[in-house]
């Protein structure tokens, strides 16, 4: 029930019924509620919810400072403190605190004494007792998180006793009040605390050093008041001999109470700076923490250790961090790293990365403290391998000066390793293998180095904004010199020759560097400074570096590679350096550069494998110098040499091969580099990209691009070497799932027949006769087991061979996935550049092959991949380009049949998402053809008239200048149309055909005579032609092709056909059946809409005849399953015609109301039990106020009782309708004609303004109002449908206007011609 408004006054009735009672207590009692409601909010998990609550209450508050409602709110927070649920204990304490704080003038000795007297602990009861005991424990707390508990000295007191009484009770409170208790003493003023401390601190040391409560709380005395402690206790030596023990034991304690915490507790911290203050910092790290702590093998203490150790970093000097960075403690944090793998297992290096970060960037202006913490991280290794990963991200804090330190560091320790000064460790897996090969210094070696060498290339990555151009050229040079060349003789002109190896640089650590050089290489081309990946010279790295290998290339003597080159490689070098001096003079253009960055890159790929890239940097120069001494409008019809291809060609297949390499710089390059050949492309260079893409011939045929895996030098970045006790696992894991797939597998017919032999031959076999002979000796015994060991191990070398065949098989068909998908590069880059490029119309059916076989097989990743990035690149980037090809040539003809093709393909798939693709292309090529002008396609087609052949007229208007024949692409969608119609299971949908009738409808005077002939048809058909006219008949760009009098022709055929479904309306016995006469009278509707919309002239008697026959038959089966979406779409029409749907009187035949029983009492009775919140506010119309039909609502005792929208709906009707629904002659609207089965009902269109009105239904049409309107409207008010309550002129004219406006729309006169009759009707 609604409240009251404070202002509105009570009537004469409602005071005399409840007492005279003043107006504004419906105010309070409306205010009460809301300030009840915060209460209940403060108290809700939610801590924005509680937030608002707080603040809405000491905002209420402030209002009413003296009111009942202070009183109450403190009552009811102080209850709170205590109340069953855990949760709004601290909520309520909160809010109290908030309070107190808010208004100074509450005395708080007044608050706590409410506390202790509500949960007094002496007159408690016992099963009462924990929440008294936590509700004074969060009072105290609320006093003190006020902030006025430090100033109210009385205040203090009570609080300091009644938190060591509350002190007694550790098994509901454990150590909570001695917290709070130093907490508050922390806050204290030194004389208060003075005053105090007799009272809180024991005098008897081992009292002391019980808890860490009482430890901390003597630390505080010792740092505020030493003189008054020293009075009390005497002089204490915390870091003696016999006291180190128990701050090891205080320690653990500390460290199990905030186990789940997971944070450094204060006493830990306190006593680090206490053994700094004192000097005692080298006694406390080794004694307590390291030998004390640390050895007890309890995780919870090593924590404790290792947040101290992060604690520790900004307190130290350089002398202490050496102590503390080459202790058990980093040693211990680093086996933890390498052990804590499993992904339920806590992981303590996120935490030790925010204690690290933490120091460097608190300490910029010491380079040197910044460089030695992190040495002493990147020092602590697992067997050679650091357990800080290559990408550390607190790398960012570090000074210039320090980076460049730790740069030279990194390099020091790659050319020498100092394996000494490494905190090395092995887990205890490591220590029990028996592997004399895992503790060898080589494989330490290794391990650090290919760590070096990332993280040197990880620096650059995350800091190439930050740093140094010279000291990024720096680790450029020195991951290039250590990847391909090798010092024969020291010499001053390059400074990598002047550092030795102290152990030799293997062959793999050689490969990481490789590797990782290229990954440098990809980070300076992509990320840059100034320019895309240029340096401030303007050139790009890749050329520096270029020029720095021809350096070492030319100092011979002193510098030679890896793989020595022949003369015919370094002419290729040679002739690369030339080609790059020419494209300098072209600088000015794009392509020069982005041929500069392949060249340069090829060049350096010489250097990794010249066998390979000699050949391929020749053609690449030729290609180069051909395209550009190529002029831009050369005719591409000029005659070329037979025997050598175009250059284009030759660069695609470069670029093709460059693609078959896992290198993702590689593929950038090629996507560069294709973007700007791509305008100067030929049938034949995309043909070469299209046999890739092509399932059948790539997959069939040797492939002429060998793709090539190097997946391993790939995983070596970021990868450490696995525990080799985990492998031994795996590997034997692996063997005995083998075994188990041989003997689950087949066994093959050949294998059998062998077995039979040979244990025939041992006569292990017996026949018939086999009971008298004799069994095997031993010797037979044992030849027969060899026989049967020998044919076992055969079978299972078989076995393997097969397996491994198979692999390889799957290998070699996962490399030509993601060939492919690395070449779709090429055919994305051609579709969104060039897309007026004739040669895009050829990618359509290639890419259809993808999608279809992908669509069928697609179960591993990389087909899904292959799959999403083409269907991505055929949608988007194709179908749904605004660009397109202008300029057909002789394509006309071969695109019309592929229209076809395509369309008889998407209705031969077998399933809707395949075709779609299919048809969506059509439309493509639709929209191609319909955008290209030929001359010649019209005289041919015209020459075909002439002859005869082509009986169809010739298009007029806008498609006589386009290439499109529509008469052949008619036939081919209206095949299709059919098939669908027609074909129960067929892939095509009803959005394909909305979609052409969209985007081309031009075709719909050709289809839509289709849809309209399978209206009366069998029950699918007419279910999807009625759907689809539905859809189509409300495009706007669907009517824009039809003349007025054809669209009129169509209507009356809809209407028809629609008549024809509607005389078996109600009989339906099936759902298949319901389904037919549910669209159409779906189709019926929307043809009303439409005709309405248009102002369209039909003949409905018929339909009207039609309908009002199938009345009854339809009420028959009015309980029927479904039928209430019949009824409504069937009154739906008739409404339209003028029939309102009847009023339908529900009656209780068991009880019949008297006369003089009351509106109220005939509602139906409440069945059940609803709660509030689900109960539907009832809507009340205001008094005075018509309704949205023009009835005014009932005032006063007589308004009847509320009903739902759908009985007001049915009520809303002005017009009295019969029983059996037919339009009644009484009261007719205004300008609207009466239907009678005898005379047509027609509705006129929309008269001029000076045109005189036509004859409607042959009774002819005058300026003024009939007599008979006048009577009718005047004797409205008798009748009852206005006559209610009395109404001004202004409501009766509006429900007038309401009956014109709801009269059939079909049916009504000119709209001026309304409104003159309605404004003559609303005058007095």
């Known amino acids: 029930m609604e409240s009251r408004d404070p202002a509105e006054p009570m009537s004469p009735g409602e005071a005399t019924q409840s007492g005279a009672r003043p107006a504004d207590r419906y105010g309070l009692l409306k205010h009460s509620r809301e300030f009840l409601d915060f209460f209940w909010d403060i108290a809700k998990p939610e801590q924005e919810t509680r937030l608002a609550a707080t603040e809405k209450l000491l905002e209420y508050l402030r209002g009413r400072p003296k009111g009942s409602e202070m009183k109450y709110a403190l009552k009811r927070l102080i209850t709170g403190l205590g109340v069953g649920r855990e949760t ?97 003493l922390s806050e204290v003023s030194k004389a208060t605390l003075q005053e105090i401390l007799p009272e809180v601190l024991k005098a008897d040391l081992n009292i002391i050093l019980s808890s860490p409560e009482q430890l901390e709380l003597f630390l505080l005395a010792q740092q505020k008041v030493p003189s008054e402690l020293k009075k009390l206790v005497g002089s204490v030596k915390l870091f003696s001999d016999e006291n180190v023990p128990r701050l090891v034991n205080v320690l653990k304690m500390a460290a199990a109470s905030v186990k789940k915490d997971r944070k450094l507790p204060a006493i830990a911290l306190d006593l680090l700076r206490l053994a700094l203050k004192e000097d005692k910092f080298s006694r406390f790290w080794k004694e307590v923490v390291e030998q004390g702590l640390l050895k007890m093998q309890f995780w919870p203490a090593s924590y404790l250790c290792f947040r101290l150790l992060g604690a520790a970093l900004p307190l130290l000097t350089k002398e202490q961090l050496q102590l503390v960075m080459r202790g058990d403690v980093i040693r211990h944090y680093g086996e933890h790293v390498c052990t804590a793998k499993l992904p339920k297992q806590f992981k303590f290096a996120p935490e030790m990365d925010d204690y ?18 992190l040495v002493a991280f990147s020092s602590v290794t697992n067997q050679g391998l650091p357990v800080t990963p290559t990408f550390w991200r607190v790398v960012r804090f570090l000074s210039p000066p320090a980076l460049q330190g730790y740069v030279a560091w990194l390099r020091a320790m790659f050319l020498q390793p100092d394996l000494d000064s490494l905190v090395d460790f092995s887990t205890n897996n490591q220590k029990k293998a028996q592997d004399s090969s895992l503790h060898m210094p080589e494989r330490a070696v290794f391990r650090l180095r290919k760590w070096i060498i990332f993280r040197l290339v990880s620096i650059v990555d995350s800091l190439h904004l930050e740093m140094e151009e010279a000291l990024t050229e720096q680790v450029a ?51 840059f400074k100034q320019a895309p990946g240029q340096t401030q010279g303007g050139q790009p790295w890749t050329y520096h570096l270029v020029k720095f290998a021809d350096l070492l290339l030319n100092h011979s003597h002193n510098v030679t590679t890896v793989t020595p080159f022949t003369a015919q490689q370094r002419q290729a070098w040679d002739r690369m350096l030339q080609t790059l001096k020419e494209l300098e003079a072209h600088s000015a253009e794009a392509r020069a550069a982005a041929f500069q960055h392949l060249l340069l890159l090829v060049g350096i790929y010489l250097l990794k494998s010249p066998a390979e890239s000699c050949d391929l940097l020749g053609d690449i120069q030729t290609c180069i110098r051909k395209s550009l001494g190529e002029k831009p409008r050369r005719s591409r019809t000029k005659t070329i040499d037979p025997q050598e291809p175009p250059w284009v060609e030759v660069l695609v297949e470069i670029l093709l091969a460059l693609l078959a390499q896992p290198s993702h710089l590689m593929r950038q390059v090629a996507r560069s580099v294709f973007g700007h050949i ?30 090539t895996d190097d997946s391993d030098e790939r995983r070596l970045k970021g990868a450490e070497d696995k525990n080799e006790e985990g492998e031994d696992n795996r590997s034997s894991e692996s063997e005995e799932e083998s075994e188990e797939e041989e003997r689950d597998g087949d066994v093959d017919q050949g294998f059998r027949e062998q077995l ?63 060939f492919q998908i690395r070449v779709l590069d090429l055919v994305e880059v051609l579709v969104t550049k060039q897309p007026e490029n004739a040669l895009v119309l050829e990618l359509l059916e290639p890419l259809l092959s993808i999608i279809r076989r992908s669509l069928r097989s697609s179960s591993s990743k990389q087909e899904q991949d292959l799959l999403h990035k083409t269907a991505r690149i055929f ?20 695109l019309h049949a592929q229209v076809e093709r395509l369309v008889q393909q998407a209705g031969r798939q077998p399933d809707s998402p395949t075709a779609l693709y299919h048809f969506n292309a059509s439309l493509y090529l639709l929209r191609v053809l319909k955008g290209n002008t030929a001359e010649g396609c019209v005289h041919e087609t015209q020459e075909k008239q002439k002859a005869g052949t082509d009986p169809s007229p010739m298009p007029t208007g806008p498609q006589a200048a386009s290439c499109l024949d529509l008469n052949l692409v008619t036939r081919v969608y209206s095949t299709a149309l059919s098939s669908f119609l027609t074909k129960r299971n067929s892939p095509l949908t009803v959005p394909m055909f909305l979609s052409l009738f969209s985007r081309h409808p031009v075709l719909c005077q050709s289809l839509l005579p289709i849809l309209v002939q399978h209206v009366t048809g069998p029950v699918r058909p007419r279910h999807q032609a009625c759907l689809l006219l539905q859809k189509t008949l409300s495009m706007r760009e669907v009517r824009s092709c039809f003349e007025d009098p054809e669209w009129k022709q169509l209507m009356g055929q809809v209407l028809a056909k629609v008549t024809e479904n509607l005389r078996v309306l109600g009989e339906a016995q099936t759902k298949a059946q319901h389904q037919q006469a549910l669209s159409s009278l779906e189709l019926l509707n929307v043809l009303f809409r439409t005709c309405k919309h248009e102002k369209l002239t039909l003949d409905l008697t018929v339909l009207l005849g039609v309908l009002q026959g199938q009345q009854q038959s339809l009420q028959q089966g009015a309980h029927s399953t479904g039928s209430s979406r019949l009824h409504d779409l069937y009154w739906q029409a008739m409404k339209t015609l003028g029939v309102q749907r009847p009023k339908l009187e529900k009656k209780d035949a068991k009880e019949v109301p008297s006369a003089t029983q009351s509106p109220i009492s005939k509602k139906r009775k409440k069945k059940g039990f609803l709660p509030e919140t689900k109960k539907r506010k009832k809507r009340k119309s205001e008094d005075g106020t018509p309704a949205e039909d023009g009835t005014p609502a009932a005032t006063g005792g007589s308004q009847p009782p509320s009903m739902g929208r759908k009985k007001r709906n049915r009520t809303k009707a002005k017009v009295p309708a019969q029983a059996n629904g037919t339009p009644t002659t009484k009261s007719p609207a205004p300008g609207a004609p009466t239907l009678s089965p005898s005379t047509p009902a027609k509705s006129p269109k929309l008269q001029k303004k000076n045109q005189k009105p036509s004859q409607v239904n042959g009774a002819p049409g005058s300026p003024t109002e009939p007599a008979g309107q006048k009577q009718h409207q005047k004797a409205l008010p008798k009748k009852g449908v206005l006559g209610k309550s009395p109404l001004s002129a202004l409501a009766r004219k509006k429900a007038r206007l309401s009956l014109v406006i709801r009269s059939p729309s079909l049916l009504q006169s000119g709209a001026k011609k309304k409104k003159a009759q309605v404004q003559k009707a609303g005058k007095p």
């Open 88 to 184: 709004a204990r601290p909520c309520y304490s909160l809010a109290l605190a908030q309070l107190l704080q808010c208004f100074e003038d509450l005395p708080l000795c007044s608050i706590l004494q409410q506390i202790q007297e509500k949960y007094d602990l002496h007159q408690v009861k016992k099963a009462m007792l924990r929440p008294a005991l936590f509700a004074n424990l969060f009072g105290v707390l609320a006093l003190f998180q006020s902030g006025r508990l430090v100033k109210d000295q009385e205040a203090l007191m009570k609080s300091v006793k009644l938190l060591q009484a509350l002190a007694q009770y550790q098994n509901h409170l454990q150590e909570q009040p001695r917290k709070a208790l130093v907490d508050i």
């Open 356 to 373: 690290v970060g933490t120091f460097l960037e608190g300490c910029q202006d010491d380079p040197e403290r910044q460089l030695a913490v």
């Open 477 to 527: 040079r020195f991951c290039l010199f250590h990847s391909f060349f090798v010092t024969k003789k020291p010499t001053s002109q390059i400074p990598e020759t002047k550092h030795p190896f102290s152990f030799p640089l293997e062959n793999q650590a050689r490969e990481a560097v490789s590797s990782a050089f290229f990954s440098l290489l990809q980070t300076l081309s992509t990320q």
């Open 678 to 707: 791509c305008s100067h492309l030929t049938p034949r260079a995309l043909q070469l990209i299209l046999d890739v893409l092509n399932p059948e011939t790539s997959e069939d045929e040797n492939d002429r691009v060998v793709v």
């Open 756 to 818: 039979m032999t040979v244990l025939q031959a041992g006569k292990a076999l017996g026949g018939e006769d086999s009971e008298n002979e004799e069994e095997l000796g031993d010797e037979a015994m044992m030849a027969l087991d060899q026989s049967l060991a020998s044919l076992f191990a055969e079978q299972k070398l078989c076995i393997q061979a097969r397996r491994d065949e198979k692999n390889k098989l799957q290998k070699e068909k996962a490399l030509r996935r993601d």
């Open 875 to 894: 949608t988007h980037h194709l179908c749904r380009a605004r660009r397109y090809c202008h300029d057909l040539g002789e394509r006309a003809e071969a």
